[in-house]
């Protein structure tokens, strides 16, 4: 029952956007944007659906947390996580534009209509690969070129995708262009500052700069992860 109602306010933003609902893999939504319907803004939709769907979770989060909202087990374990400051049913989002086969596929007794490529499998790569990120919304360059005067995001890795040789470049979406508030706008900006010193190799003036951004917002993943990297790289360059 909790799983249904967790997929239904999901699958209900996508629809509002116009995705299409693919298939269901366990507790994981597979959608995509742009058939059989083409739209022009097919990564635009995409991005502002998973927004949506993360502002959804808050106020999901909030409901769960009432008495009797949830099962006693699941509730035991919200309140374990909230003790060690973890997040109740944090979800990740990977989002990927680019060329992919959709179409009725299967065999002569079954069909689905479905999508396959190397697009839709650098969008599951994106969604799992948040883990070391702490992230919720991941896409990947082609769709940043598409939406980054409209959303507030920050470049996040470059990524080797197992069986490409060429890296690809992952952007963290944070929220709407202007929707960040005061405090999490100067941690974009220090990251951001870090972000510059890390690729030209200037690794203690990158961790400085994390450092502070993590002051602000201790539970930053991204920063967290580039301190880290800093302090390991200074130490051995």
């Known amino acids: 029952e909790f799983i249904n109602q967790y997929l239904t306010e999901m ?3 996508i629809e509002q956007y116009g995705g299409t609902i693919d298939k269901f893999e366990g507790d994981a939504i597979v959608a995509f944007f742009g058939a059989p319907l083409y739209y022009e803004d097919h990564g635009l939709r995409a991005v502002m659906a998973c927004i949506d769907q ?11 947390s009432q008495e009797g909202a949830i ?3 699941l509730d035991d374990l919200r309140q374990r996580w909230a ?14 534009t680019g060329p992919m086969i959709v179409g009725n596929m299967g065999s002569q007794s079954r069909t689905d209509y479905t999508m396959m ?10 969604e799992s690969g948040q883990k070391i990120y702490g992230t919720g919304i991941v896409i990947n360059d082609q769709i940043y070129a598409q939406v980054k005067d409209l959303v507030e995001a920050r470049k996040l890795d470059v990524i080797q995708v197992m069986g490409k040789e060429e890296p690809v470049i992952a952007y963290e979406v ?3 262009r202007g929707a960040l508030s005061p405090a999490k706008e100067r941690v ?9 010193a890390y690729e030209a190799f200037q690794f203690t003036e990158a961790r400085n700069l994390f450092k ?23 130490a051995t360059p």
Not at 54 to 64: A, G, N, P, S, V
Not at 83 to 94: I, L, T
Request: charged share 30%; with cysteine; glycine share 6%.
């Open 11 to 13: 699958c209900d933003i």
């Open 54 to 64: 993360q502002h959804k979770l808050i106020e999901l989060r909030q409901r769960w």
């Open 71 to 73: 099962p006693p087990p």
């Open 83 to 96: 003790a060690q400051g973890r997040s109740f049913c944090h979800v990740r989002m990977g989002v990927a």
């Open 117 to 126: 490529g190397d697009t839709v499998n650098l969008a599951a790569r994106f």
């Open 174 to 176: 944070l929220d709407r």
């Open 188 to 196: 974009l900006d220090l990251y951001n500052q870090g972000m510059k």
């Open 212 to 234: 502070q951004a993590l002051e602000i917002d201790p539970e930053d993943g991204p920063s967290t992860l580039y301190a880290d990297r800093c302090e390991e790289y200074a």
